[in-house]
Nanobody, 119 residues
């Protein structure tokens, strides 16, 4: 069982940037799609970005977070078993707890990392 640990969240002003990191305890090179999810207060968890094993970026469809297109960038380093989410031009509506996992979800959820966008 792979364990996932997210980090890099914090408080940032609107328009600011954060870089989230997901460290996996096991090897992820064989996993086809890794994704970042978020859960805002009172809302369901949603997929915001996903990446295939060839390094190409796949954004979630309109059921999820269209609003992150052009602002968020996901990347992965299979050798280091990490998945990164670079978030730019942050908005208050990006406030949420962010998690990583496979897509579809295969592993237990980590604790996530809190992102708060506020002036």
């Amino acid at each position: 069982q792979v364990q996932l640990v997210e980090s890099g969240g914090g408080l940032v002003q609107p328009g600011g940037s954060l870089r989230l990191s997901c460290a996996a305890s096991g090897r992820i090179f064989s996993i086809n799609i890794m994704g970042w999810y978020r859960q805002a207060p009172g809302k369901e968890r949603e997929l915001v970005a996903a990446i295939t094993n060839r390094g190409s970026t796949v954004y979630a469809d309109s059921v999820y977070a269209d609003s992150v297109k052009g602002r968020f960038t996901i990347s992965r380093d299979n050798a280091k078993n990490t998945v990164i989410l670079q978030m730019n031009s942050l908005k208050p509506e990006d406030t949420a707890v962010y998690f990583c996992n496979t897509s579809p979800v295969r592993f237990s959820w980590g604790q996530g990392t809190q992102v708060t966008v506020s002036s």
